[in-house]
């Protein structure tokens, strides 16, 4: 089956079940709308890849990228390491330069810590592997690892358009973090790297460092911060809209791709 159909295939299946998802979702559970949605987003892609892996590829749901290897404990490490310090090399600067204005009267931090990680995981496990899962690898094989990443990383990009706040930088660093994931699964052929790098990016921008992520507070921040409005800070839409972020995104996708330890083996 030609690679196209093979992708329309799977966004067919996708649009079904996340309607039909989101659909039971809001009949039953009593849920904020942004988590009803994460996680009819996760069951979706979760089956849509499920059907398409078994059915149109005739392989286990696992060799989309999430087999459990000798290099996984590595990777899933490296990426935590790795949003960390990225995350704190944009925040560093803004908060001496007073861009970031922390109250440091730090709140309750129990529960929410579990609520954070939580929320973090399912988001960085559904927009992972909907982004840099079946559609994206299918892509590869029917182009190139560059065409793939282009298209993909500004499919990604598009699909946050509509976040509040939203600014040109904010647009082209999404799409500079999807080509930043999209290398980190092009470098290993596993998703594990991506998932790791997204859910640490976000974890301890949105949490610890309690910033919006993607223009949004998701959860109950550790600290009350103040934002002053510039290109170094990103403004209301946080990290994400400033121009060193840019610069963190375009030397980490460098640095994973030259990395000699995260190659296939």
């Known amino acids: 089956m030609k690679t196209f159909w093979k992708i329309l295939i799977f966004f067919l299946i996708f649009s079904a079940f996340l309607f039909l998802y989101g659909f039971i979702f809001v009949s039953v559970a ?76 730090p709140g309750d931090i129990f529960p929410q810590v579990f609520e954070a990680i939580s929320l973090f995981i399912i988001v960085a496990f559904a927009e992972e592997i909907l982004f840099r899962g079946y559609p994206f690898q299918r892509a590869i094989d029917g182009t190139n690892p560059l065409v793939a990443t282009l298209i993909f990383s500004s499919i990604f990009a598009i699909a946050h358009i509509q976040n509040p706040n939203i600014n040109a930088i904010a647009l082209l660093n999404i799409f500079l973090a999807g080509v930043w994931l999209s290398s980190a699964f092009i470098k290993t052929r596993s998703l594990w790297l991506p998932i790791s790098l997204h859910f640490s990016w976000n974890f301890f921008q949105g949490y610890l460092f309690s910033l919006p992520v993607s223009g949004t507070n998701l959860i109950e921040p550790i600290f009350e911060v103040e934002i002053k409005e510039n290109l170094l800070s990103g403004g209301d839409f946080g990290p994400e809209a400033s121009i060193l972020t840019s610069l963190v995104l375009i030397t980490s996708t460098i640095f994973i791709l030259k990395n000699e330890h995260l190659g296939n083996k």
């Open 30 to 105: 009593k849920l904020n709308v942004f988590l009803i949605g994460e996680i009819s987003l996760l069951l979706s892609v979760l089956t849509s890849t499920f059907i398409t892996m078994r059915f149109l590829e005739k392989r286990n749901f696992s060799d989309i990228g999430l087999k459990l290897t000798p290099e996984t404990k590595f990777q899933i490490y490296f990426g935590l390491i790795l949003g960390f310090v990225m995350i704190t090399i944009v925040v560093i600067p803004n908060a001496l330069l007073g861009y970031y204005k922390y109250e440091l009267s």
